[in-house]
């Protein structure tokens, strides 16, 4: 199912990216949406990101057409702060699209050197790149998957510091 993101958000710089499809599996009705705030130093107002399903010949939309979130601008300070910094470089990604057909892409907010190894699912690595940023707030990186067989396969980043996230990815 095909849907529009708007509202005064920004898609890739208020939240993580959303793609504009999503799978509802089969004999169901609804599906849900996860839409992660990216952390920011700036001071904003309450935001709005609006998803509205777009109509397509292949399904029927029924009387829920759109959603609204509000994102709301919070101040951390003090010991609870969980913003990277260089003492404690936290990390969060995104992958896109997913499926992918031939280049794997992913967000990512002050992501020191670190290295990106795909897995099939026997945990057999398949390839692996190096890649580093210096720039602060969100970046892109990309992999190329194209030679890959269609399959699940997962997609680990390695920081180097003992920090790794792993994120499943379906090849087409």
Not at 71 to 89: L, V, Y
Request: glycine letters at 8%; one cysteine or more.
């Amino acid at each position: 199912v095909k849907y529009s993101v708007g509202g005064t958000a920004t898609n890739r710089a208020d939240f993580y990216f959303l793609n504009g499809l999503t799978i509802i599996p089969a004999n169901a009705t609804t599906t849900n949406f996860k839409l992660t705030a990216r952390h920011d130093s700036l001071a904003e107002p309450t935001e709005t990101a609006v998803l509205n399903l777009t109509a397509a010949p292949n399904y029927t939309i029924g009387n829920a057409t759109a959603a609204t979130v509000n994102i709301q601008n919070i101040n951390f300070s003090g010991e609870n702060d969980e913003r990277a910094t260089a003492e404690n470089p936290k990390f969060e990604i995104e992958i896109f699209p997913n499926p992918v057909g031939d280049v794997l892409f992913f967000d990512f907010e002050k992501l020191p050197p670190a290295v990106a190894r795909v897995f099939d699912l026997t945990g057999k690595l398949m390839f692996e790149k190096s890649f580093s940023t210096e720039n602060q707030g969100v970046a892109t990186e990309s992999l190329q998957v194209g030679d890959l067989p269609g399959g699940v396969y997962f997609l680990e980043i390695d920081c180097g510091n003992g920090e790794k996230l792993a994120e499943k990815f379906l090849k087409k």
